[in-house]
C-alpha cells in the first residue's frame, strides 16, 4: 500500500465569529504556514452581525457600522453597509494577525461576505475557489436561519467534496495543547 502526497494549495475558512471559529482559524493559518497554502475567508451574513464585535471589540464595531451606515440609502443598501462592514472587520482582524509574534505566516486570498444558507455559500465558494480543505468550527454561536452552526458544519461534512476540518473547542473553551491558542491570536 503506498500514500500519496498531501497537497494543500488553497483553504476555505468559515466563519461565524464564535469562540470556536477563532480557534478554526489558529488551525487554518497553522496549516497555511506549513502546506504554504492561501487562505479564503468566509462569512455567511446572518441577522445576528453584532457577533463580529468579539473579534474586534464593540466599539471598534460600531465605529465601523456607524462610517458605514452613513452610505446606507435604504434597506438594501443597509445589506451592503453591513456586508462592507464585516469585511472591513474580518480584514482589520486578518492584518492584526499576520503581526503576531510566533503566528505562521499566511496569505489570504479573498475574503468574501455571503448571504443566504450557510451549507449552500460554504460548499458553493469551496467549489468556486477550488479549496483543497475547509475548515471551520465545530459548534457555534448559535442560532443560524432555525439551526444550530454544528448542524451546518455537520451539513458540510456530509455533502462537501473536499476534506472538511472541523474544530472543536477545547472542554472549558481557555486551553489547548501544546499551547494556549489565544495567544496566538490578536485581542482585537
Same mark, same amino acid.
Given at each position: 500500500?503506498?500514500?500519496?502526497?498531501?497537497?494543500?494549495?488553497?483553504?476555505?475558512?468559515?466563519?461565524?465569529?464564535?469562540?470556536?471559529?477563532?480557534?478554526?482559524?489558529?488551525? !487554518?493559518?497553522?496549516?497555511?504556514? +506549513?502546506?504554504?497554502?492561501?487562505?479564503?475567508?468566509?462569512?455567511?451574513?446572518?441577522? !445576528?452581525?453584532?457577533?463580529?464585535?468579539?473579534?474586534?471589540?464593540?466599539?471598534?464595531?460600531?465605529?465601523?457600522?456607524?462610517?458605514?451606515?452613513?452610505?446606507?440609502?435604504?434597506?438594501?443598501?443597509?445589506? &451592503?453597509?453591513?456586508?462592507?462592514?464585516?469585511?472591513?472587520?474580518? &480584514?482589520?482582524?486578518?492584518?492584526?494577525?499576520?503581526?503576531?509574534?510566533? +503566528?505562521?505566516?499566511?496569505? @489570504?486570498?479573498?475574503?468574501?461576505?455571503?448571504?443566504?444558507?450557510?451549507?449552500?455559500?460554504?460548499?458553493? @465558494?469551496?467549489?468556486?475557489?477550488?479549496?483543497? &480543505?475547509?475548515? +471551520?468550527?465545530?459548534?457555534?454561536?448559535?442560532?443560524?436561519?432555525?439551526?444550530?452552526?454544528?448542524?451546518?458544519?455537520?451539513?458540510? &461534512?456530509?455533502?462537501?467534496?473536499?476534506?472538511?476540518?472541523? @474544530?472543536?473547542?477545547?472542554?472549558?473553551?481557555?486551553?489547548?495543547?501544546?499551547?494556549?491558542?489565544?495567544?496566538?491570536?490578536?485581542?482585537?
Amino acid at each position: 500500500m503506498s500514500l500519496s502526497c498531501i497537497k494543500i494549495e488553497k483553504i476555505l475558512y468559515a466563519t461565524d465569529f464564535s469562540e470556536n471559529a477563532r480557534l478554526a482559524f489558529a488551525h !487554518a493559518v497553522s496549516l497555511a504556514g +506549513m502546506y504554504r497554502a492561501r487562505i479564503t475567508v468566509l462569512h455567511v451574513m446572518t441577522k !445576528a452581525m453584532d457577533l463580529v464585535s468579539g473579534y474586534i471589540g464593540r466599539d471598534e464595531w460600531q465605529r465601523i457600522k456607524a462610517k458605514h451606515m452613513q452610505s446606507a440609502k435604504d434597506a438594501h443598501a443597509g445589506t &451592503l453597509y453591513e456586508a462592507a462592514a464585516v469585511r472591513e472587520a474580518l &480584514l482589520q482582524f486578518i492584518e492584526k494577525t499576520q503581526h503576531v509574534q510566533g +503566528m505562521s505566516a499566511f496569505e @489570504v486570498e479573498d475574503v468574501l461576505i455571503e448571504s443566504g444558507n450557510p451549507v449552500e455559500a460554504i460548499l458553493r @465558494v469551496a467549489e468556486e475557489k477550488r479549496a483543497d &480543505l475547509i475548515v +471551520m468550527g465545530r459548534c457555534g454561536t448559535g442560532m443560524v436561519d432555525g439551526t444550530m452552526l454544528g448542524s451546518t458544519t455537520s451539513r458540510v &461534512l456530509k455533502r462537501s467534496r473536499v476534506s472538511v476540518l472541523a @474544530v472543536w473547542l477545547p472542554e472549558g473553551g481557555n486551553e489547548c495543547s501544546p499551547i494556549d491558542w489565544r495567544s496566538c491570536l490578536p485581542a482585537i
